[in-house]
């Protein structure tokens, strides 16, 4: 099995940095964008299975979702945090409408989702 490709996306580099870093630590490469344009050139030069995007990226709200939907049309597995464990539900809700969110899990179960997404086969390019 291929190794999994992890496509970390946030605004905030020290964070996300730091975040690729104690993933490889566990032997996990992780990708990082600092913007949703980013992600999606990212995912033009090599689709992830995983995308974990940050939902306070500037743009959210439609914008936000059309980003999350390309990535999934690319083949990227997608997580939309729900609305009751959400301070600000702009993006999610649209990328829920969008049909761009996989799964829609309260924030406390997304990183154990992600991860069990990571482990599984690659979906096949363009699944919605």
Same mark, same amino acid.
């Given at each position: 099995?291929? #190794?999994?490709?992890?496509? =970390? ?7 996300? !940095? !730091?975040?690729?870093?104690? =993933?490889? =630590? ?8 600092? +913007?949703?344009?980013? $992600?999606?050139?990212?995912?033009? +030069?090599?689709? %992830? ?12 709200? $439609?914008?936000? %979702?059309?980003?999350? =939907? %390309? ?6 597995? !997608? ?5 009751? !464990? ?5 993006? #999610?809700?649209? @990328?829920?409408?969008?049909?761009? %969110?996989?799964?829609?899990? #309260? ?11 990571? +482990?599984?086969?690659? #979906? +096949?390019?363009? @699944? @919605?």
């Amino acid at each position: 099995m291929e #190794p999994c490709r992890l496509l =970390l996306v946030d605004d905030e580099e020290e964070f996300v !940095t !730091t975040l690729a870093e104690r =993933l490889a =630590l566990r032997g996990i490469h992780a990708r990082v964008a600092l +913007s949703g344009e980013e $992600a999606l050139q990212a995912l033009d +030069s090599q689709a %992830a299975h995983v995308v974990v995007l940050d939902v306070l990226l500037p743009g959210m709200g $439609a914008d936000g %979702a059309k980003g999350l =939907l %390309a990535m999934r049309q690319a083949g990227a597995r !997608t997580i939309a945090q729900n609305q009751e !464990t959400c301070v600000v539900f702009g993006m #999610p809700r649209e @990328a829920i409408n969008l049909g761009a %969110a996989e799964r829609v899990l #309260p924030i406390e179960e997304i990183a154990v989702e992600a991860l069990r997404m990571a +482990s599984q086969a690659a #979906p +096949s390019r363009g @699944a @919605a």
